[in-house]
Structures are given as C-alpha cells and as structure tokens.
C-alpha cells in the first residue's frame, strides 16, 4: 500500500443530486504499510476509523481516491474488472456477521463452492467438490453439514464456513475485517486458534482486523494502529504493547485494566470525542484528544517515523517516546 486513500462524498441531505457533494469522509488517508507472505498484521482502532473500508479497499470492493494497492508487485489499484479477475483469488477476505455474509438460498457446500467457480473457472465439477470437502474438513466443518443452509447451522458454524470459503481458492492474502465479534468467547477463542492454525499452515499473509486488543495480540506478529484514516503507530506485537510509542497507543492501552497495569510510565486518558472523519482537525489529526499536544501539532503532519523500538510513530514528539510520556501543560 502506498499512500492510500479513500474518501467518500459528503452528501448533502436531500437536496444532494441537485447540488452535487459538499465534502469528503476521509476513511483512509494516506495510508502506507506492507504485508508479508507468512505474517500477520493487526489492525486497531475506534469504530468509524477506516478499518472496514481498508479492508474493502484491498479486496477490490472499494474504489481508491488516491494512492496505490500493489500485490506482489503488480499495482492493481489502476485494473480493470477483467485485470483484477486473476488476482482476485489472491486476495480473500472474512467478515464480521458470519450469517449475514453467506448466501441463505445456497447450501453450506455451495456457499463454499462458489468462490471456486467464479474465481477458479479452471477447476472441474469433480475436484470442486472434492476440494469443499476437503476444506470443510479442514476448518473443522462435519461433512454431514454440507447439505444445510445457513440458518440451520451456528454462528460459530457460519464463520469457519466464511473461512473455508475464503480459503478454497487458496489465496495469498486473507482479510479478517473482525472475524469473531459477533461469536461469544468460546467460539471466539476455537476460531481464532484455527485462524493462526491456518496462517502458519498456508504461510497466509493476513490482516487481522479487530477492536480487541488482546484477541490482536494473540494472533499478530506486527501491529498498526488507525486513527481517523491514518496510520497512528505500526510496530512489532511485543514493543507495541510493551513500550507503546505513540500517544493514542497508549492511551488505547491504558482503557484496558489488564494491558494498563503493563504499561511502564504514566496512563493516558483519551479527552473528549473522536472528531468527525469529513471535518478531521488540521496537523495532527489526534491532536484534540492528545495530552501531548503543542502549536506544531496543528500546523504540521506528523510524517511516520522510525523509533528507537524498530518500529514507527506518527507523533511529532516520538523521538522522546523511550522515557515514559509525561503530559506537557499549555
Ligand atoms: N459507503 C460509505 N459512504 C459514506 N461513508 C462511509 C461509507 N462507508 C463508511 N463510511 C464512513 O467512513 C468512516 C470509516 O468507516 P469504517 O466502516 O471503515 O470504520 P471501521 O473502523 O470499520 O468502524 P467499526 O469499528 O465500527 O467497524 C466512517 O466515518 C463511516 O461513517
Ligand atoms: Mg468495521
């Protein structure tokens, strides 16, 4: 990804055909990362901060206003339709309602067939079904379900169903847009030991998309955190919750007691109301909530810098993150 970006139109009530839009939701802005084959990245950040429309954006679902999508080196993000249509199998991707996201008139074995047909047109009747049975069997599916429909089996069902589905066509990437908040916490934690089960297996790069943090931490080798549409902080699992280096990181960390009381140095408390995307503040786009806030955070970006961690941060003052965070006062 490079520079990434996707804004929606700001619609102006009912009166939009007529006057045509008024402004723009930035939902991704400007974001920059890379994903290797084998790894996992996490994404977190608060609800509305861009995490599903990245997602979307990746799979081809969302159109990009700028920036670039590139998937292993070719950039896609310019393809048409029938460009797309080869690398559309490597690129796959798992949603939140597991009931929602599946076809209710198709059968559990022809929910799971369909991306092969579409996709995968090369693939004979035969193998096709050979290959269903073969992935149900893999995430954990009793191949007696095949014949049930969506609403005849569970929640937790429907996901490994949603993830069989994703993988039939054996992409290289997978896309987990929050894959298990919508399962209680047993099935939750089944799905996610299947999902690095899988990762490790078919040496996935995957984006693992979630609010929880400790479910991230679970599962991620490197970690981003989004706010606003941009990119906060991407570091390595441990130094991230270790020795957070940006300010929304810690303060995301501090909300949670288990994760706080790890925290070396002060807490920080999140102020106030996360802006709206379609007005985001000048400079920096968290400097309304950042206890660290100073002038140059409303005239300049932060750009995402190395820090000592090895990791970066999109903070004018990371340079200072190493000793612990102390607010400064205007
Ligand atoms: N199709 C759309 N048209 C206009 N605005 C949209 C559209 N989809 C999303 N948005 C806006 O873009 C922003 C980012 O939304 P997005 O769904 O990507 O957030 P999210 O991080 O996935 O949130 P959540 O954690 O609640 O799932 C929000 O302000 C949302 O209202
Ligand atoms: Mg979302």
Redesign the pocket.
């Given at each position: 990804m490079r520079r990434l970006r996707v804004h929606?139109p700001l619609k102006r009530g009912r009166v939009w055909p007529l006057f045509g839009p008024c402004g723009v939701?930035k939902?991704?802005d400007d974001m920059h990362f890379d994903l290797h084959a084998g790894e996992t990245l996490g994404i977190v950040?608060?609800?509305?901060?861009?995490?599903?429309?990245?997602a979307r954006a990746l799979v081809g679902l969302e159109t990009p206003t700028g920036g670039q999508i590139s998937i292993d080196g070719h950039n896609v993000t310019a393809y048409s339709d029938a460009d797309w249509r080869p690398l559309r199998r490597e690129v796959q991707i798992v949603f939140?309602d597991p009931q929602a996201s599946l076809n209710p008139r198709m059968s559990i074995a022809q929910c799971i067939a369909e991306p092969l047909k579409t996709l995968c047109p090369e693939v004979g009747a035969n193998e096709r079904s050979a290959r269903v049975l073969e992935m149900m069997q893999r995430v954990g599916l009793d191949a007696e379900l095949k014949d049930r429909y969506p609403h005849e089996i569970s929640g937790g069902q429907c996901q490994r169903v949603g993830i069989a589905r994703a993988l039939v066509v054996r992409p290289k990437v997978l896309i987990c847009?929050?894959p298990v908040s919508a399962l209680d916490v047993s099935v939750q934690a089944q799905i996610v030991h299947l999902l690095v089960d899988l990762q490790r297996e078919y040496g996935l790069a995957m984006l693992f998309?979630s609010?929880d943090l400790a479910v991230v931490r679970q599962l991620s080798h490197r970690v981003m955190v989004?706010y606003l549409?941009k990119v906060m902080e991407q570091s390595a699992r441990d130094a991230l919750f270790e020795a957070p280096q940006h300010p929304y990181t810690r303060a995301l960390l501090s909300a949670v007691p288990d994760f706080e009381a790890q925290l070396p140095g002060e807490r920080v408390e999140l102020i106030g109301e996360i802006p709206s995307?379609s007005n985001p503040p000048s400079g920096c786009v968290f400097r309304t909530r950042c206890p660290l806030v100073d002038h140059v955070c409303a005239q300049q970006v932060p750009v995402l810098r190395r820090v000592p961690s090895g990791g970066y941060s999109a903070c004018h003052f990371a340079a200072y993150a190493e000793s612990p965070m102390i607010p400064r006062t205007a």
């Open positions: 929606y939701i939902a991704v950040g608060e609800s509305g901060c861009g995490k599903s429309t990245l939140q847009d929050e998309i609010h989004m549409g995307p």
